[in-house]
Nanobody
Framework: QVQLVESGGGLVQAGGSLRLSCAAS????????MGWYRQAPGKQRELVAL???????GYADSVKGRFTISRDNAKNTVYLQMNTLKPEDTAVYYC???????????????WGQGTQVTVSS
């Protein structure tokens, strides 16, 4: 079994910062892409940022220059540093990882439970 556990969400004023963390645990052989998604009330879940195992990154246009994704492969952990937060960043943020378990040859996608980020104006 693989678990992704997120932390770091909360309430912050516009212009503030938060750092999200997501740690993967279980019978993990390797993790390929890791990413952060978010879902606001009444909207579809959208990709926020993605990072490959080698450290290549990609961002949604709405967060470029404000958010930074990083990972620690030794700890199976991905981070999202969020700066200059805006009220429109308010959403539940989900961690996602493509994980290959020890007895499998294929990586499967796993999700965290989500963490609420609320930005007040």
């Amino acid at each position: 079994q693989v678990q992704l556990v997120e932390s770091g969400g909360g309430l912050v004023q516009a212009g503030g910062s938060l750092r999200l963390s997501c740690a993967a645990s279980g019978s993990i052989a390797s993790i390929d892409n890791m990413g952060w998604y978010r879902q606001a009330p009444g909207k579809q879940r959208e990709l926020v940022a993605l990072i490959t195992r080698g450290g290549n990154t990609g961002y949604a246009d709405s967060v470029k220059g404000r958010f930074t994704i990083s990972r620690d492969n030794a700890k199976n952990t991905v981070y999202l540093q969020m700066n200059t937060l805006k009220p429109e960043d308010t959403a539940v943020y989900y961690c996602n990882a493509d994980v290959r378990r020890w007895y499998e040859t294929t990586a499967y996608s796993y999700w965290g439970q989500g963490t609420q980020v609320t930005v007040s104006s």
